[in-house]
């Protein structure tokens, strides 16, 4: 099944989902988001890349790209979530309460809201232009 592409990811991201699946992506950025990993010939199940996605993922990671290294994006999920979160809060909850859940600041989550909304502006125009 494949899923949609997250609005935060780029070409690294949709590179190794074409390669390991969006999954193993996601949980890789998860896990090891944030760090600079080298993709060693062979992994072994304890190695923390095999760890993170499993083992098959990671040797197909490892057949196809033996050798490199990949500075991977601090966890884009989680940023996803926390946007789809202050999106649609549930009644009651605050900006405060998703930026603490999160672990980000409220401005850093205002600031998601307003790129997101800006994104959105942008996309609507661009829908009327040529829709």
Do not use: C
């Not at 033996?66 to 940023?79: E, Q, V």
């Not at 942008?122 to 040529?130: I, K, P, S, W």
Request: no cysteine.
């Amino acid at each position: 099944m494949r899923r949609r592409k997250l609005e935060a990811w780029g070409e690294l991201e949709e590179q190794l989902a074409a390669d390991i699946g969006w999954a193993a992506t996601e949980k890789l950025i998860e896990m090891l988001g944030g760090t600079r990993i080298f993709v060693p010939r062979a992994i072994g199940v304890h190695h923390p890349i095999a760890v993170a996605i499993g083992a098959k993922a990671a040797s197909l990671l490892a057949a196809k790209h033996a050798g490199a290294t990949f500075d991977l994006p601090k966890a884009h999920y989680r940023r996803e979530r926390a946007l789809q979160t202050a999106l649609n809060r549930p009644e009651g909850m605050t900006i405060a309460d998703v930026a603490i859940a999160f672990d980000y600041t409220e401005r850093w989550i205002y600031k998601m809201l307003e790129q997101h909304a800006a994104q959105q502006e942008a996309e609507d125009l661009q829908g009327r232009l040529f829709g």
